[in-house]
């Protein structure tokens, strides 16, 4: 049974302004393993625009209440390429009292947008 369902965009070039205006910002919204590649270099900008997209899609999915913490939820991608969410903290309580068991997400990124789908499932 699909709980919630949240999709958002981010404008890559503004997200890219909004974290060279303030640098800090990068680390209120991603783990360290999220901002990396396994390379240990710094992942593209379109990808991390992409992730903070999920980010605001999972609130969606969520009801979006307040008093999420943007690092209780992280977006990864399988070997395989496949993209997957890990939840703790605020993001997995709130998302334990909905019933969610399983999640789905789709990443994008063209033409200067990065867009996010998520779909929780219970």
């Not at 008093?67 to 309580?93: F, I, K, N």
């Not at 009292?97 to 399983?102: K, N």
């Amino acid at each position: 049974m699909i709980i919630g369902v949240g999709i958002d965009v981010a404008e890559i070039d503004r997200f890219d302004a909004a974290l060279e205006r303030t640098p800090e910002l990068a680390q209120r919204l991603f783990i360290e393993r999220e901002l990396l590649l396994p390379s240990g270099e710094r992942r593209g900008i379109a990808s991390l625009a992409a992730r903070f997209a999920a980010k605001e899609a999972i609130a969606k999915a969520l009801g979006a209440p307040g008093g999420l913490h943007w690092t209780d939820a992280e977006v990864y991608v399988e070997d395989s390429g496949q993209p997957r969410l890990r939840v703790r903290g605020t993001v997995a309580a709130r998302a334990a009292e909905l019933g969610v068991r399983s999640w789905h997400v789709s990443l994008s990124h063209d033409a200067g947008v990065a867009s996010a789908v998520v779909i929780a499932e219970g």
